[in-house]
């Protein structure tokens, strides 16, 4: 794609919503790309669920374009550390899973070297800078390579993905604020909200 004139507005409004340009934006971006392209509209109810396989940057471009969001409970996390996207289409009945390959996020040892710095802290102004700049050129490339390049695209498939309940909710003992059921803790019998329990008991498992 062209990541310069039409889809501009694409990429503005998705580092717009995401705060940046990264590397993992743009693969959210060519995501969503082949979600709206194979599975249809942006989601604006539950029609469509995304399955995730990480949080980390590209997942807000997908919330944002595809309409798989963590509020209406159409985007499913499962924290198994992987660039892999589920997409189910319900009233089709169609899914597909998108693993991102290997190398597409490949860096050079320059870039992989200030990121650690950025990290840590110990960048200068001039590194920060230089690697601000190499950031962006990587989510350009991004942007721009072949999709067979960058992503393995599979027809699976639809795993059934529970639709999101509506609760009932149940006041804690402590705060008084209402809990939905399914979080309650209980002690002694009394309800509990996660935290005042947590505070209660000091136990965070
Ligand atoms: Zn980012
Ligand atoms: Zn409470």
């Known amino acids: 794609m062209n990541s ?16 940046h340009q990264c590397p993992g934006l743009a693969v959210g971006i060519r995501v969503s790309e082949v979600v709206l392209r194979e599975l249809g509209k942006p989601a604006r109810d539950e029609e469509m669920v995304a399955i995730v396989e990480n949080n980390s940057c590209g997942v807000d471009a997908i919330q ?4 798989c969001t963590f509020g209406k409970g159409n985007l499913v996390f499962n924290d198994f550390g992987k660039s892999v996207y589920t997409f189910i289409n319900r ?6 899973r998108i693993s991102i390959k290997k190398d597409a996020y490949d860096t050079d040892e320059e870039h992989r070297n ?28 991004i942007l721009d390579l072949p999709e067979d390049k960058l992503m393995i695209i599979e027809q699976v498939e639809p795993k059934p993905v529970q639709k ?9 003992v402590v705060c008084n604020e209402p809990v939905m059921e399914t979080r309650v803790k209980l002690l002694n019998g009394d309800v509990h909200c996660i935290p005042c329990f947590e505070e209660l008991t000091g136990n965070n498992s």
């Open 164 to 172: 999101a309940r509506i609760h009932e909710s149940l006041d804690c």
């Open 91 to 96: 009233e089709t009945n169609k899914a597909l």
């Open 114 to 141: 200030l990121f650690a710095k950025v990290r840590d802290k110990s960048a200068t102004e001039a590194e920060r800078e230089l690697f601000t700049q190499k950031h962006i050129k990587k989510s350009n490339e």
């Open 64 to 67: 944002l374009l595809t309409g």
């Open 4 to 19: 310069d004139n039409v889809e501009g507005s694409v990429l503005e409004k998705s580092i717009r919503f995401h705060g």
